[in-house]
Nanobody, 128 residues
Framework: QVQLVESGGGLVQAGGSLRLSCGPSGRTFSSYAMGWFRQAPGKERDFVAAIRWSAGSTYYADSVKGRFTISRDNAKNTVNLQMNTLKPEDTAVYYC?????????????????????WGQGTQVTVSS
């Protein structure tokens, strides 16, 4: 496992934007995919978006399609989550995760059990 570090969270008004970034703390690492999950107060942690390192294929939860964009920087070994048109219901702690599992199909990288390294999380608060 590798320690991941998220950055970029904060407080924003509804309709605003934030950009989250995630990378390894210390040594470089290899994985098949990176993902973002979020957990709102009193709720379970949910899938947000994922990206395969090699092909760049992306996957999104229905609730964020068209508003969020996940991207990768292979040279820096980092993944970003651009969040636009934010809504109060996007308020949550956002977690970055990496997976060393090679999956076939889209569903695999949308479940947290596939991911084996996690960051500590970064708070995103959207005010109405």
């Amino acid at each position: 496992q590798v320690q991941l570090v998220e950055s970029g969270g904060g407080l924003v008004q509804a309709g605003g934007s934030l950009r989250l970034s995630c990378g390894p703390s210390g040594r470089t690492f290899s994985s098949y995919a990176m993902g973002w999950f979020r957990q709102a107060p009193g709720k379970e942690r949910d899938f947000v978006a994922a990206i395969r390192w090699s092909a760049g294929s992306t996957y999104y939860a229905d609730s964020v399609k068209g508003r969020f964009t996940i991207s990768r920087d292979n040279a820096k070994n980092t993944v970003n989550l651009q969040m636009n048109t934010l809504k109060p219901e996007d308020t949550a702690v956002y977690y970055c995760a990496s997976s060393t599992q090679r999956c076939i199909g889209s569903r695999c990288y949308q479940t947290e059990e596939t991911f084996d390294s996690w960051g500590q999380g970064t708070q995103v608060t959207v005010s109405s």
